[in-house]
């Protein structure tokens, strides 16, 4: 029995296409995490990180324990970071058997972290988030020597490098950028000035891969430009990236429609002439934005088609009075591309007034997902 109408082809080639161009933009000695979080963005962890390391990914980044236990659960055995930390003692436990890299802001985690280590007899390595300005997670760098000298002092953790992130990469301003990465400098330095050699330290997310060569340091960690997304809807990237993920449904019902008939719910729309309106098989419940109501769009027969009415929880309509022989059956893409016309993650986003990232892990965690390479 067919589970859904609705599909989300992820094409893993377009990924690894992706992951070279990351590597085009890095010095050799660079080294790259692909973060794979929430379910890989929506395309699938454990396909994604798979293809990954198969391209040759060095390390892989989660933001909880269970992402990273799932990924080794299927025998990836790529180092990975648990970027948003750990919180108990049996969660320290489990990374140390499990040869996870654990972030942390918080002198008690290390505590747990040192617990575990004397209990097994081994040294762990760990990583320290610090905040140089997005106001989120982490050590505030004027604070951070004390806490390094807290870490170094339990003796059995060593730290293998600092993790920072940008919250304005993609601006056209680069000035609050151009602060963060030097606060990262001066935290590097006060790390190293109390005997630590810090060999790891990540700055840099998309944007910063694409727009700030400087915020590179010795790792960087790329999300949404792996999936074939921007990190804002007019980002202009410099290096050439491949969608990853398509969308689409069928078309249920084709009608046509008199002058001034409402469409769908709260009649935001009613006919401007006759129309003809196709019903199709994927709403909101299937992780479409509802604000693509009345404004997005939807490639059928390779032209776009407008999206009339409120998006339902499992159908939207469509204007196709200029397709006048679309039928019920055919397909209709919401995000990917068809018969060479293209409804990018960006200009999807753009319409719904949010992000791809949204976009991808909606559309991705809700629909039956195929895999192509």
Do not use: W
């Not at 990924?71 to 990374?95: C, M, N, Q, W, Y």
């Not at 004397?118 to 762990?124: E, N, S, T």
């Not at 339902?312 to 068809?338: H, I, K, S, Y």
């Amino acid at each position: 029995m067919e589970h859904s109408r609705n599909r989300a082809v992820v094409d893993l080639s377009a990924l690894v296409h992706n992951l070279k161009q990351v590597r085009a933009l890095l010095e050799p000695r660079t080294t790259i995490m692909g973060v794979v979080k929430a379910d890989g963005y929506g395309h699938g962890l454990v396909p994604v990180s798979k293809a990954l390391k198969s391209a040759g990914v060095d390390s892989l980044g989660v933001a909880h324990l269970h992402e990273a236990m799932e990924a080794r659960k299927h025998g990836i055995d790529l180092p990975i970071f648990i970027l948003s930390g750990i919180r108990t003692r049996e969660e320290a436990g489990v990374v140390m058997e499990n040869h996870l890299s654990p972030v942390f802001f918080d002198l008690s985690v290390a505590g747990l972290i040192a617990q575990e280590c004397q209990r097994l007899g081994k040294r762990a390595t760990v990583h320290v988030k610090v905040d140089t300005g997005m106001g989120r997670l982490g050590v505030p760098h004027t604070d951070l020597a004390p806490f390094l000298e807290r870490v170094m002092s339990f003796g059995s953790l060593d730290v293998g490098g600092l993790l920072s992130h940008l919250s304005s990469a993609d601006d056209s301003d680069p000035s609050f950028t151009q602060t963060q990465i030097r606060n990262f400098k001066q935290a590097i330095e006060k790390g190293r000035s109390l005997g630590l050699s810090l060999p790891l330290n990540s700055l840099a997310n998309s944007a910063g891969v694409m727009s700030h060569r400087e915020s590179h340091f010795d790792m960087v960690r790329p999300g949404i430009m792996l999936y074939g997304g921007l990190p804002s809807p007019d980002f202009e990237s410099p290096v050439s990236l491949k969608p990853v993920m398509t969308f689409k449904g069928v078309v249920l019902q084709v009608r046509d429609m008199p002058s001034g008939v409402p469409i769908s719910y709260s009649r935001t729309y009613h006919t401007r002439g006759n129309q003809r309106i196709a019903v199709i098989s994927a709403g909101y419940g299937d992780g479409l934005p509802r604000s693509l109501s009345n404004r997005g769009e939807v490639l059928i027969r390779g032209t776009k088609a407008k999206i009339v009415g409120r998006v339902c929880m499992n159908l939207t309509m469509a204007d196709v009075t200029a397709l006048p022989e679309v039928r019920p059956g055919e397909e209709a893409v919401f995000l990917g591309c068809q018969d060479g016309a293209c409804m990018a993650g960006d200009e999807v986003a753009r319409r719904a007034e949010t992000i791809s990232y949204d976009v991808f892990c909606s559309i991705g965690q809700r629909s039956t997902r195929n895999y192509v390479s």
